[in-house]
């Protein structure tokens, strides 16, 4: 059984950073690809970024290219999400995913993927 857990939301400013991390279990990491999902208050979960499991691929929503990183250590089993130059309109329950796939297609891996295990979530608020 897959398992993860996130941290590192909370309340910031307009243009502060938070950086969300996903400590996953259950299955050799190095077989895992993530993403993060977010979804705003009253809105649909929405696709955020992804990373192969070898690390080497990433894919990002247009929103948030440019401010948001996506990344992964393997010797800590966890995914990161740095959030940079923060927006209210980033406000949302910021979701952990991972699926059993190694490579890099983006239909398998980017904004239509679909992922197999998810955590519980963390809360990022953005106040303006």
């Known amino acids: 059984q897959v398992q993860l857990v996130e941290s590192g939301g909370g309340l910031v400013q307009t243009g502060d950073s938070l950086r969300l991390s996903c400590e996953v279990s259950g299955r050799p990491f190095n077989t895992l690809a993530g993403g993060w999902f977010r979804q705003p208050p009253g809105k649909e979960r929405e696709f955020v970024a992804s990373?192969?499991?070898?690390?080497?691929?990433?894919y990002y929503a247009d929103s948030v290219k440019g401010r948001f990183t996506i990344s992964r250590d393997d010797a800590k089993n966890t995914i990161y999400l740095q959030m940079n130059n923060l927006k209210p309109g980033d406000t949302a329950d910021y979701f952990c995913?991972?699926?059993?796939?190694?490579?890099?297609?983006?239909?398998?891996?980017?904004?239509?993927?679909?992922?197999?295990?998810w955590g519980q979530g963390t809360q990022v608020t953005v106040s303006s």
């Open positions: 995913s991972a699926k059993s796939y190694s490579g890099s297609y983006h239909l398998l891996l980017g904004p239509l993927a679909d992922f197999e295990y």
């Open positions: 990373i192969s499991a070898s690390g080497g691929s990433k």
